[in-house]
């Protein structure tokens, strides 16, 4: 089954999150919200080797003052622009395959996000044919890539609002982990890189 595409309010969570995201609209709209852990800042080192203090986040805040999300659930982590707001919009999905949503959200520029999205792989399909059914995934766009040290596909979505997004996804012990969202290349580069599984993985 392939996700349901509604209302705008939820479109952008619909481009972050593919098949992980479409899910949270099913309850009415109603979305409840879990315990999210707090995002910790990751301190810039100095020449000496000392922490220095983290400037005032902005939305060109460089990566070394990026704040880190460690998912309380599943255990991945990631650093993220500290002026983005996490919010947990986890819900039920109409095929059930959604176990996490987490979004990423600037409170000033409401267009500028990403989600993350696990889901299970239940049909037991190829990586590249999740990347086409669930994530809408442009098939000419569909390239080979990582996340969090696993083999990875990266690829531009659909036009949701507009505009395309860029997206990657892993298959993680039977898990889809799949990024995507509206944020100029550069930080979604480095958001994948400093994406992480937890030891022993979910």
Partial sequence: MKPVIIAPLVALALAGGGAGA???????????EAAVAQPTHTPTPTATGAAAATSTPTPTAEPGSWATYRDPVL?????YPPDLIVKDITGPSPDGL?????????????????????????????????????????TKSIQESVLGGIPALACTREVVEG??????????????????GHLPDSEFSQLRETFSFSVGGA
Wanted: some cysteine; aromatic content about 12%.
């Fill in 22 to 32: 479409y899910f949270w609209v099913t309850s009415g709209g109603a979305v409840e």
């Fill in 75 to 79: 255990g991945f982590s990631l650093d």
């Fill in 98 to 138: 959604n176990e996490r949503a987490i979004e990423f959200r600037s409170s000033e520029d409401t267009s500028r996000a990403f989600v993350i999205s696990v889901s299970a792989n239940t049909r037991d399909i190829t990586l590249e044919q999740w990347a086409i059914e669930y994530a809408a995934c442009r």
């Fill in 163 to 180: 505009r395309p997004g860029p997206a990657v996804l892993a298959d993680h012990g039977g898990k889809i982990f799949l990024m995507s």
